[in-house]
């Protein structure tokens, strides 16, 4: 999965796979890469427990704030063949479950510290 951002109205897309140059506002968005930004590990890498065939996920170790100006919008689970994403309000806990994969990525976007991934 890739993601992109417009870096001038904050508009994401994500993608299964970048077949063209995604433009918006007359500009070229920019992919955002995964654990790259400057902040607490601890409150944003995916918190990850596998049982049986079943996997829940919570942001993160620490639990990250869900407030007005600071939320997790998403927890996204990419399998080698699909998508499944649970989209969050502020207020809303941000926990997902989730069938398990071996190899699948789980990712969460962090509406002020951008895309956190963990594979599993
Ligand atoms: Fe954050």
Redesign the pocket.
């Known amino acids: 999965m890739k993601l992109f951002k417009c870096s001038k109205c904050g508009t994401l897309i994500d993608m299964l796979e970048e077949n063209c140059k995604v433009m918006c506002c007359g500009e070229p968005m920019t992919e955002l890469v995964a654990n790259t930004t400057d902040?607490?590990k601890e409150?944003?890498v995916p918190f990850v427990q596998i049982e049986d065939d079943t996997v829940y996920v919570r942001v993160g170790e620490v639990p990250?704030?869900m407030d007005e100006d600071?939320?997790?919008n998403f927890i996204v689970a990419e399998y080698s063949d699909s998508v499944v994403k649970y989209m969050f309000k502020p207020g809303e806990t941000p926990e997902a479950v989730f069938d398990y994969e071996k190899g699948m990525v789980i990712y969460e976007y962090?509406?002020?510290?951008g895309l956190w991934k963990k594979e599993l």
Request: net charge positive; glycine share 0%.
């Open positions: 902040a607490a409150k944003h990250h704030p600071h939320y997790i962090c509406n002020k510290h």
